[in-house]
């Protein structure tokens, strides 16, 4: 089995920074895909930005320029860097992982989510 825990939401102010990161355990051989999604109220979940072991990213059209994805493959733990935060980034932020497990499996994996709020 495979376990994604998050970190690093909260209240912050428009204008504001955040870094969440995500951090993958259990019996990982690889991570061919490491992404974020947001879910605001009343909204369907959304891609914000995708990392594959291959080295291409990908990002929402609404977060270019100010959010930042990047992997750590030797921790198994991928970051969103968040800056010029706007109220309409306020949403529930999920990680998910597309993991290579051991004896080979490939598995889709979801974060639990955390809260990332920004105040106009």
């Known amino acids: 089995q495979v376990q994604l825990v998050e970190s690093g939401g909260g209240l912050v102010q428009a204008g504001g920074s955040l870094r969440l990161s995500c951090a993958a355990s259990?019996?990982?051989?690889?991570?061919?895909?490491m992404a974020w999604h947001r879910q605001a109220p009343d909204n369907q979940r959304e891609l914000v930005a995708l990392s594959t072991s291959g080295g291409f990213t990908k990002y929402a059209d609404s977060v270019k320029g100010r959010f930042t994805i990047w992997r750590d493959d030797i921790q198994n733990v991928v970051y969103l860097e968040m800056h010029s935060l706007k109220p309409e980034d306020t949403a529930v932020y999920y990680c998910?992982?597309?993991?290579?497990?051991?004896?080979?499996?490939?598995?889709?994996?979801w974060g639990q989510g955390t809260q990332v709020t920004v105040s106009s």
């Open positions: 259990g019996a990982i051989l690889s991570i061919p895909s």
């Open positions: 998910h992982m597309t993991v290579t497990t051991i004896p080979p499996e490939r598995i889709e994996n």
